[in-house]
């Protein structure tokens, strides 16, 4: 591998829906944190014994949710909902299997995709720093991943 | 910062860790504590060729690598088990961090190239006792 002297801020080009590229991941990103927090909220709710263990996710989502949301103007934010409040309705309507050790798993296999999912995002972003921030986010998500998988497989021992 | 600094920045960081690896990897008891070897020879092999591959993106780019110091400072004296876990811990969460400045200051290969690092090293800190964190790498959030 050679180094790709391509500055790392790349001149922002419009989407077809005249978005900031950089917006819409934003959003995409935003949307993807809701989602994680409200199923985590929605986990500690069913299993209030799990609240422990899911206390740095439920922190590092919603640290991600309040960041990304300053990044993406109202208009573009798909239906995301930073207050603590709005998150709790939001997650009412989350299915949590009824096994600890299952939805354990299923927050796991969650944060893996998100990961994944977050390491694409922080390739394609347009602005060095956004892309700096994305990875980290993605970074968080696979610690969360692996912790996670490691705590689920304890229990079912 | 340019694509090529950011990158000699990380291999600064690289071969820190390569010789704190070293370091840490002479005084555990591979029969005493098998687990904790396991994993700081892992970890040693794994800088060791990011070391390498990063010297190989600056060479190809035809610049010089930047060359290693011949000692780094430890954090702590590095002879109890706890110490050297903590040793570690701190190699890797330094590394996150110029992990990440890479990929703030790099596109393409060179980024895809960090973005893995820092994940990986992210994970792995969690094997040195580190808990998840909010934002592994950006010690400003």
């Known amino acids: 591998m050679t180094v790709d002297q391509t500055p790392a801020d790349r001149p922002t080009r419009r989407g077809t829906a005249g978005l900031d590229p950089d917006i819409a991941l934003a959003a995409t990103a935003l949307d993807q944190e809701q989602a994680a927090l409200d199923l985590v909220q929605a986990t500690i709710r069913r299993h209030p014994r799990l609240r422990g263990l899911l206390a740095d996710a439920r922190r590092a989502h919603t640290a991600h949710v309040r960041i990304l949301t300053d990044a993406v103007p109202k208009q573009a934010r798909p239906h995301a909902s930073p207050s603590p409040s709005a998150s709790a309705s939001a997650s009412a309507g989350v299915h949590v299997a009824a096994s600890p050790a299952h939805a354990l798993r299923t927050v796991a296999r969650h944060e893996n995709r998100l990961a994944l999912s977050g390491k694409t995002h922080a390739f394609s972003a347009q602005s060095g720093a956004f892309a700096r921030l994305l990875a980290g986010i993605a970074a968080s998500a696979a610690q969360q991943a692996t912790f996670l998988s490691q705590r689920a497989a304890e229990a079912h021992r | ?93 330094q590394c996150t961090e110029v992990y990440a400045q890479m990929v703030g200051n790099t596109s393409r290969a060179n980024r895809q190239w960090a973005i893995e690092a820092l994940t990986d090293a992210a994970v792995r800190q969690l094997g040195f006792g580190g808990s998840p964190q909010p934002f592994p790498g950006l010690p400003e959030l």
């Open chain 2, 1 to 93: 910062m340019t694509p090529l600094q950011a990158i000699q920045a990380t291999l600064v960081g690289e071969h820190a860790a390569v010789y704190v690896y070293g370091v840490v990897g002479g005084r555990v008891s591979s029969s005493a504590d098998p687990a904790l070897a396991a994993k700081v020879a892992q970890a040693y092999t794994t800088h060791r060729g990011r070391r390498d591959q990063l010297t190989a993106m600056v060479r190809a780019a035809g610049a010089d690598p930047v060359a290693a110091d011949v000692s780094y400072r430890l954090p702590n004296p590095a002879t109890t088990v706890r110490q050297l876990e903590a040793v570690a811990l701190h190699v890797e969460r």
